[in-house]
């Protein structure tokens, strides 16, 4: 039944009178969704009573399509009718290719707060090599296949933990403060690293149980002033200078998660600081203080041991 009759060429111009009975038709809600509508609502026939599109359907790269006489229509994406598509292609273009996966070691790290690893895989595939297999036909004829060798796949890496420091001591003129707990939670600013008026070979001394490779110290205030800092280290007789220091805190200037690197000592020895015994320290010591404006604060720290 064509609808555009009695003079009504364009489907705008097409009204209905939703209080006619429309249930003789099999329609059962005409008034009821037609006085719910608005711009741009798409109605549907589902069974005996008309159906409207939900408000989000169609949205993005769709399309709406008729699933035949009895079956409501249905939105479906772009993606899914070039699947549809290509469908048979895909199958009649797939190989029969069968790779070995290589295997893959860490190199992981600690994430912070609380402490977590992230790990980045470390994979060094060689180049594989194609090699010519040749026949001989009975006609004399010569045929080639190429066969591809594939290397099994070198890998190499390396690990690195983190875990709190079992030690951390402020040293303000020889006064020894334990803030090793302050050093392992996550309440800013409740690390003294400096004194209020710092004075040369005031330290704060951060500690392990074993040996370890690089300090991850968190800053929450960072200081400002005129001081130098020289990071020691222990060996059995006295407070020896760092090899190969990187102090990525700029004496405790800068705010924010930062390492501090060096070069593992070889004659590193354990020692007592603060009363606490038998560890491996290292110490930020003021060799040189002029001015200070702002006290550094710390918030938390890690040591990094590299496997």
């Known amino acids: 039944m064509s609808l555009l009759t009695r003079g009504i060429n ?9 209080n006619k009975d429309w249930q ?22 589902g069974g005996s009573i008309l159906e409207r599109l939900t408000a989000d359907a169609g949205k993005g790269y769709n399309f709406l399509r008729s699933r035949g006489p009895g079956l409501s ?3 479906q994406d ?3 009718l070039v699947q549809y598509m290509t469908g048979a292609v895909n199958r009649a273009a797939a190989f029969d290719l069968s ?11 600690q994430a912070s707060s609380p402490p ?27 045929g080639s296949s ?26 303000d003129g020889g006064t020894q403060t334990d803030e090793t707990s302050p050093a392992n939670n996550d309440t800013a600013n409740d690390m003294t690293l400096l004194p209020v008026t710092p004075a040369a070979d005031d330290a704060y001394y ?8 690089w300090l991850e110290l968190r800053i929450g205030t960072a200081g400002i002033g005129t001081w130098d800092i020289d990071w020691e280290y222990w060996n059995g007789a006295g407070w020896v200078s760092l090899s190969d220091v990187v102090d990525n805190t700029s004496g405790f200037r800068v705010t924010g998660t930062r390492l501090v690197l060096f070069a593992k000592p070889l004659d590193w020895a354990q020692a007592s600081v603060g009363g606490i015994a038998n560890l491996y320290w290292i110490r930020a010591r003021v060799s040189a203080y002029t001015s200070i404006v702002t006290q550094p604060k710390g918030t938390r720290a890690f040591t990094w041991i590299n496997y």
């Not at 895989?121 to 090599?129: D, I, M, Y």
């Not at 090699?131 to 004829?141: E, I, M, N, R």
């Not at 933990?161 to 402020?170: C, F, K, Q, Y």
């Not at 951060?206 to 490779?213: H, M, R, T, V, Y």
Request: charged content about 15%; proline content about 10%.
């Open 10 to 18: 364009k489907l705008s111009q097409l009204e209905i009178d939703t």
């Open 24 to 45: 003789s038709r099999e329609i059962a809600n005409v008034k009821a969704v037609a006085n719910n509508m608005v711009h741009g609502d798409v109605i549907f026939r």
């Open 73 to 75: 229509p249905v939105w």
């Open 78 to 80: 772009i993606e899914s």
């Open 99 to 109: 790779i070995p996966s290589p295997a893959i070691s860490q190199v992981s790290q």
């Open 116 to 142: 977590g690893r992230v790990a980045t895989g470390v994979l060094s595939p060689p180049e594989p090599e194609i090699s010519l297999d040749t026949q001989t036909g009975p006609g004399g004829a010569v």
């Open 146 to 171: 190429p066969s591809l060798d594939i290397p099994t796949p070198g890998i190499s890496g390396h690990a690195a933990i983190g875990s709190p420091v079992n030690g951390a001591v402020a040293d």
């Open 206 to 213: 951060f500690g392990k149980s074993s040996l370890w490779d």
